[in-house]
């Protein structure tokens, strides 16, 4: 199968599989918003991220080495997984000590009475993960995406019977999370018959050396895209303004916010998944450029088409996520999302620059391109939610992504040259920004302004989808 056709076939079915699977995610948040007030979402919002912080810390950026090196023909299975597995379990051993202490850091109040819980939680996402990752490394792409339609119901049953039928909250959020990961992780486990390439006589000690070397910058590349989501709400929790309203409810709101925008995140998570694969075996490949300009061209217009898209029916489509009959203050989501449609957008353009340093092993120019966006966040953070409040995180994340992309495209590009047209990204992007702004304001007639920008987007676009279409028919 050639680079194309096994690229879409890959794409194809993590589709099948992450889907349907992301859409009932995105249900749960209907779900949580009619039995979570505005307070426990924004304990929750701020306990997932600081999982997320945790984990690459104390799995040492797991999802990164293990991918990549289990996919490499010049080491073997059985030592990738096995070392890994090791350095996991040493990993979360170590947290399981630190994380009880966190809650008496002032700024980390938030994590009393659920210490045990959130080692629990970063466990079994740890020991899925190392599942999840060594399945796609063995390109078993059909169990991968069965796994995750599988997880999803779980978890969604389990949020079911813990927060709308046992009224448990955040406690029953977390039970949901672990008990689903413990299950998914067993399945693969079973289904992918693991235990074969797991062996205390497998482990490498030169092996781990490589790994951890490898993946030494990723660890604060990845907690500093963690910590730019995490200084959100925590400049929304701790901020004062006499002018815009701030605190635990209003992270709850800005939590929902980013659910909706997590419709073009599953998009690009879908292609990424199957693009990460290709970029690591296709890297020493002859034709690695025009390879990579063909598919970023027809990705980016992807990604713009569907943002677009979403912002022109940002108000009905967030309506249908986010239930506001419980608590009303929920009704007004829809105004801080349109941003951060346009901010995911970057995140996920970013990602796939961030796929060229990690297929060529210079994963260094991760960390300190990561290291811009943090900074920019931070700073348009202090500047700007004591005045627009939960809008003045929404632009900081969009204008660290904007900016970091912009550092990316032109550095990652030395590694890997491709054609890249500036002129038409930036011109999609004020486009974009215009709509964002209409649909926040509503001005006179802004449906039909909407209508009429969104179809500009696509006239601008569809060329770029067109040609793939036709490499992929004709291949």
């Given at each position: ?41 924004g ?18 950026a ?9 996919l490499?023909?010049?080491y ?16 979360m ?13 002032p700024?980390l ?25 060594f399945?796609?490394?063995?390109d ?86 963690t ?35 997590n ?64 608590y009303s ?31 060529t092993?210079h994963?260094?120019?991760?960390f300190?391109?990561?290291f ?16 627009w409040g939960?809008?003045g ?7 660290s ?9 032109i ?39 909407l ?25």
């Amino acid at each position: 199968m050639n680079k194309y056709k096994k690229l879409a076939f890959n794409t194809v079915v993590f589709a099948i599989g992450s889907f349907g699977s992301k859409i009932l995610v995105l249900l749960l948040t209907r779900l949580y918003t009619k039995h979570l007030s505005p307070v426990d979402s924004g304990v929750k919002e701020l306990i997932e991220p600081t999982a997320l912080f945790l984990q690459p810390i104390f799995t040492f950026a797991l999802q990164e080495y293990l991918i990549r090196f289990g996919l490499d023909k010049h080491y073997d299975k059985r030592q990738v997984l096995t070392t890994s597995a090791v350095i996991t379990t040493i990993g979360m051993l170590i947290m399981a000590l630190i994380v009880p202490g966190l809650r008496f850091v002032p700024a980390l109040d938030y994590l009393k009475g659920y210490s045990l819980l959130l080692i629990a939680y970063v466990t079994m996402s740890s020991f899925r993960m190392l599942c999840q990752q060594f399945v796609r490394a063995r390109d078993m792409v059909k169990l991968f995406s069965l796994d995750g339609i599988l997880a999803t119901l779980t978890l969604f049953i389990f949020n079911l019977i813990f927060i709308a039928g046992l009224h448990m909250g955040v406690k029953g959020f977390m039970l949901a999370v672990i008990l689903s990961d413990t299950l998914s992780a067993a399945f693969l486990f079973a289904m992918g018959k693991l235990k074969g390439f797991m062996s205390i006589r497998y482990f490498s000690g030169e092996l781990a050396g490589t790994m951890m070397k490898f993946a030494a910058p990723l660890i604060p590349t990845i907690v500093m895209w963690t910590i730019t989501s995490l200084s959100d709400r925590m400049f929304i929790r701790e901020m004062k303004s006499d002018r815009v309203p701030l605190g635990e409810a209003s992270v709850g709101i800005y939590g929902y916010a980013n659910r909706v925008p997590n419709l073009i995140s599953m998009v690009s998570t879908i292609f990424f998944q199957a693009w990460n694969m290709s970029a690591i075996t296709e890297n020493d490949s002859a034709d690695r450029s025009t390879f990579y300009e063909k598919v970023y061209g027809a990705y980016e217009s992807l990604l713009f088409v569907a943002s677009a898209g979403l912002i022109l029916l940002i108000k009905p489509v967030t309506a249908i996520f986010v239930n506001s009959s419980t608590y009303s203050e929920y009704g007004e989501v829809y105004r801080y999302t349109p941003v951060l449609v346009a901010a995911v957008l970057f995140m996920s353009l970013n990602q796939f620059l961030g796929s060229i340093y990690s297929a060529t092993k210079h994963t260094k120019n991760s960390f300190w391109t990561a290291f811009i966006a943090c900074s920019v966040n931070i700073v348009m953070n202090i500047a700007l939610i004591p005045v627009w409040g939960i809008q003045g995180a929404s632009v900081a994340t969009f204008l660290s992504y904007f900016i970091c992309y912009w550092v990316r495209i032109i550095d990652a590009r030395y590694y890997v040259p491709f054609k890249f047209n500036g002129v038409k990204c930036f011109a999609n992007t004020v486009i974009l920004l215009i709509m964002c702004v209409i649909a926040i304001f509503e001005p006179a007639l802004w449906g039909l302004w909407l209508f009429i920008l969104t179809g500009a987007v696509c006239v601008w676009n569809y060329q770029a989808l067109l040609d793939t279409a036709k490499k992929l028919l004709k291949r």
